[in-house]
Nanobody, 125 residues
């Protein structure tokens, strides 16, 4: 059974850093684009970052550009989200997702077929 498991969330002060990990199992996601989304309190789930299966294309939401970095390690079937200079507005549950989008990255939720359970990130001011 396909499974995505996020880890690395927690409580951090504004200006701090965290690295989220998403471990995939149950199938090979080598040819899948991987994305990170987040859902803050009372908000809809929103796109954060995505990377194609070969790392050839990457996209970020404007709100995290220059602060967050997405990467993947195919050998470990894992995708990462390095988050620097965190702000209170980054507080959310962060979700990992996999989608068969081919050669393109996508910021659209419906393009992703598999989702993790999420990991909480809380940034205190």
């Amino acid at each position: 059974q396909e499974q995505l498991v996020e880890s690395g969330g927690g409580l951090v002060q504004a200006g701090g850093s965290l690295r989220l990990s998403c471990a995939a199992s149950g199938r090979t996601f080598d040819t899948y684009a991987m994305g990170w989304f987040r859902q803050g309190p009372g908000k809809e789930r929103e796109f954060v970052a995505a990377i194609t299966w070969n790392g050839g294309a990457i996209d970020y939401a404007d709100s995290v550009k220059g602060r967050f970095t997405i990467s993947r390690d195919p050998a470990k079937n894992t995708v990462y989200l390095r988050m620097n200079t965190l702000k209170p507005e980054d507080t959310a549950v962060y979700y990992c997702a996999a989608g068969n989008t081919g050669w393109r990255v996508s910021s659209v939720l419906n393009d992703y077929d598999y989702w993790g359970q999420g990991t909480q990130v809380t940034v205190s001011s």
